[in-house]
């Protein structure tokens, strides 16, 4: 798993447009065991290839979840007691109410990180270009995505019963340009207990007119709960605002102000005076070191010596008397 968590930021710094979704796909089917042309009813226990008719009326995993939400126990409960046992349906219902239900908003905030008003900002689900958010050509911009999970759970492990060790929630937020084939933004979220909101930094596009990005939520442990959703922008040619004007002025007479700093070296008329003063302090300091040279002496005399000590050599040790009292050794 940290194999393909590293090969996802690695596709998304090379800008591969198809490579964030492949990875999380993979990453869906290793925790499940399964392949992603599978259905994902499978993901519930104890269903199998044989019960897939007692969902024909639900197209999808996302809409059977919206349906059984609340206390709707028959509606799964009736088509599989043909199939299953009691309390194979209530696990499989009892999974069923804890698959994470995510709800995306997103919204367009400006350099500065105001959030522009001149649009359809707050896009949920798929959005045309009626609504589409101004922005200036190639200009760094953020989307701030809010992911909100309806059914709260203190639980936010994956139901897998064949991936050997537990497992936490995770998502993947995919920001790309399809028809460009670029991948715009890529960023891991972990799991959501109640509510987060994360920030994908990207830049406009140089093409002025209509542009359309899309934004993927997938999950990394379960098949068939993926979103996406459709971010429309107006492009427009950039314009300077003065601040930054005026910041640019002032860089360049910074920098043309530099130059003039450097150190000189002194004129010459002021060399000879410089060393005028340092021969005059050079002879006050060697008439001081003579006066204290001639002073030495009387002031050795002055100090008394301490006579030598008898037996005792210079560099030797102490002579001690012989005939000292001895110990007897048993």
Not at 97 to 110: D, I, K, N, T, Y
Request: glycine share 8%; net charge neutral; with cysteine.
């Amino acid at each position: 798993m940290r194999i393909l968590q590293c090969h996802a930021g690695h596709l998304w710094v090379c800008g591969v447009a198809g490579g964030g979704p492949t990875v999380a796909d993979l990453m869906q089917m290793v925790t499940q065991a399964r392949w992603h042309t599978d259905a994902p009813f499978l993901t519930l226990p104890h269903i199998t290839t044989d019960h897939l008719d007692a969902f024909s009326s639900f197209p999808s995993l996302p809409q059977l979840m919206e349906v059984v939400k609340g206390d709707k126990y028959e509606v799964v409960a009736a088509p599989l007691r043909t199939h299953l046992e009691e309390g194979q349906v209530q696990a499989a219902y009892r999974t069923l109410q804890h698959l994470p239900r995510m709800a995306v908003s997103a919204c367009v905030r400006g350099p500065k990180g105001d959030v522009l008003q001149n649009g359809n900002v707050c896009a949920v689900g798929r959005k045309g270009v009626e609504g589409a958010s101004v922005v200036e050509a190639g200009q760094d911009y953020t989307l701030a995505v809010t992911l909100t999970r309806l059914n709260r759970s203190q639980d936010l492990r994956v139901h897998t019963h064949k991936f050997p060790k537990p497992k936490d929630e995770g998502w993947f937020l995919v920001l790309g340009q399809v028809e460009a084939g670029e991948l715009v933004a890529l960023r891991r979220v972990p799991a959501v207990r109640n509510r987060s909101t994360k920030v994908l930094a990207f830049k406009t596009p140089q093409k002025l007119g209509q542009a359309v990005l899309t934004l993927y939520l997938m999950s990394d442990g379960y098949l068939g709960l993926d979103q996406q959703y459709d971010i429309p922008l107006k492009v427009i040619p950039a314009t300077h605002h003065k601040d930054e004007d005026d910041e640019f002025e002032e860089e360049q007479e910074v920098v043309s102000e530099e130059p003039t700093k450097k150190w000189l070296p002194p004129p010459p008329d002021i060399l000879p005076v410089m060393k005028s003063c340092f021969t005059e302090k050079k002879k006050e300091k060697e008439e001081e070191e003579e006066e204290g040279g001639r002073e030495s002496p009387s002031s050795e005399s002055t100090v008394p010596q301490r006579p030598p000590i008898p037996g005792l050599a210079w560099g030797g040790r102490e002579q001690r008397p012989r005939g000292g009292r001895r110990r007897n050794h048993r």
